[in-house]
């Protein structure tokens, strides 16, 4: 299949290339210094999902200043900018998210995060571990040169700044995009299209994504696990979960490694989190796992949690144990439209040439940018971003307290954000 696809790349991409549009290089040139800016400041005051007033703030008052039709409190802390042309048209959305994450940076950069913020009731150090400053500092560009081209575009555009990517905080019974959704965010507008990007590791300006199933859908899994406590010494006495625990987690493994073809479908099923016990010699009455299941199949998807249910009960009652077993979508798959990441090729060649791969494999991280996919036709893509120099498989991943953006592959994004939009209104 990868081959097929690598293939229908090479040919889209040796297709000749009708009315490209090219970003205007002055006007991305000139708005560079406050995108470098404005991702320093953002790095240095990162928010938590459903927290970023202060980014939200600024997002909405840099659109406001362009001239744009500007709605807040989408999707709670989200912002919407919408661009009208000149003349009538289509409409297309750009899309960056907001929210940073309960860690402790620890770069080095002289604009580091000493942010703090409050998750699950607690004080935590909070920072842009995943490179939310940078997209909505290029965004925000974006629009900047976009909006000084109004009188030459024929159409809408409309800017989504997303709040909570990384999940809905605990007690919100959604994350940021599938709220946005719920709230009407793209009929609202009349949205056609979406199209969104993500800073990772990679050759800087390099970009790549792969039409179909691109990034996995993710699910939490929670389990309890019930007994009856006992002195460690009398383990008969009672109902050991400690021993029940260690089988669910080796049942997880076996399930997920004996029972799924991983050339056709990857998975991965790993429990992630142990709550038991309070004493070295005291049996708890109640064990507490959680983990997250990575999918790029829906049956398959739901087969496998079917097996997982009935071996973990099964595993519980071999011990004398009950089990609770519960799963909650956090992203769904990102589906990357096959009509659009075709067109989506020569387009993108303009911005990165010779740097971009439109039939990249899958990866197992996810992202809900897949919720307004499941609405309108769209097309998800990574921009490599590791520094110079540097091999990207050494480079920091997302999610690291080292995590960094090089600063080089901004003007990349913003021109890639521009060409899009132009390019899909002069279809």
Known sequence: MIRTLAVAAALIAALPVQAQVR???????????????????????????????????????????????????????????VLRGARPGKTVALRADMDALPVQEAT????????????????VPVAHACG????????????????????????????IFQAAEEGAPPGEPLGGAALMVQEGVL???????????????GEPGSIWWRPQ????????????????????????????????????????????ARTVDPTTTPTVFTIATLDAGVRYNIIPDQAVLSGTLRTFDVEQRNALVARAETAIGHVAAAHGATAEFSVRQNAALVYNDPELSGWLTPVLETVSPGKVNPAAPPTTVAEDFSYFQQKVP?????????????????????????????????ETGVRAHVTIALSYLER
């Open 213 to 256: 199933g691109f990034m996995a859908a993710s699910d939490r899994v929670d389990i309890v696990l019930k007994g009856r406590q006992t002195h460690g010494a009398w383990p008969w006495k009672g109902v050991d979960v400690i021993a029940a625990s260690a089988a669910v987690v080796q049942t997880v493994n076996t399930l997920t």
């Open 378 to 410: 769209g097309v998800f893509f990574h921009l490599g971003a590791s520094a110079d120099g540097v091999n990207p498989a050494d480079s920091p991943p997302n999610h690291s307290p080292q995590f960094d953006v090089n600063e080089r592959v901004l």
């Open 132 to 159: 939310h400053d940078a997209h909505i500092a290029m965004l925000m560009g974006a629009a900047e040169v976009l909006a000084g081209m109004k009188d030459q575009i024929s159409g809408t555009i409309v800017f």
């Open 108 to 123: 080095g950069l002289p604009f580091a995060s000493t942010a703090t913020g409050t998750y699950m009731g607690n004080t």
């Open 23 to 81: 970003a205007p290089d002055a006007a991305i040139a000139a708005v560079m210094p406050d995108v470098v800016a404005w991702r320093r400041d953002f790095h240095a005051n990162p928010e938590l999902g459903f927290a970023e007033h202060r980014t939200a703030a600024a997002v909405a008052a840099h659109l406001r200043s362009l001239g744009l039709e500007v709605h807040e409190g989408v999707g709670k802390t989200g912002v919407v900018g």
């Open 187 to 201: 009929d609202r507008f009349g949205v056609e299209a979406i199209f969104g990007l993500h800073v990772v590791p």
